[in-house]
């Protein structure tokens, strides 16, 4: 503890002259959306002008980890985990040895990630691995 006292905190009577000025300077920050007010029209052009909105349009397509190992056409699939930053892969002909064809790809792979998880914290909620699949 110390002995000194509070005025050490505040500026001098030249710094806050100076940052008064220095205000009036600065342009007001521009007032932020409602929850009730509408989106601006930039905003809705930047969406529907985005290149990912028409990429696969054209095939509607369920996504590469809900379909089953028959159906993929890759012969390496590999999984991440998005927690400890561990990568497997396994070869499509041993994870249909292992698993079945009509095994599904999400479920071989968190079986893969959980075989070998570092993340054990007891609790069922938290404990394993997040699994991304990425197409090699």
């Not at 996504?63 to 070869?91: D, F, K, M, N, Y």
Request: positive net charge.
């Amino acid at each position: 503890m110390t002995d000194r006292p509070a005025s050490w905190r505040m500026p001098t009577r030249k710094q806050m002259d100076r940052i008064a000025s220095a205000g009036g300077r600065r342009a007001a920050p521009a007032r932020g959306l409602a929850p009730e007010d509408d989106l601006p029209p930039e905003y809705w052009q930047a969406l529907l002008g985005d290149a990912r909105v028409h990429r696969n349009s054209s095939s509607p397509r369920p996504s590469e980890c809900q379909l089953r190992l028959g159906q993929i056409p890759a012969h390496l699939l590999r999984v991440g985990c998005r927690r400890c930053g561990r990568t497997v892969e396994i070869q499509k002909i041993d994870a249909t040895r292992l698993y079945g064809l009509d095994a599904i790809w999400r479920d071989v792979g968190q079986r893969l990630l959980d075989g070998t998880c570092s993340q054990r914290t007891g609790r069922h909620e938290e404990d394993g691995c997040w699994p991304s699949y990425d197409a090699p």
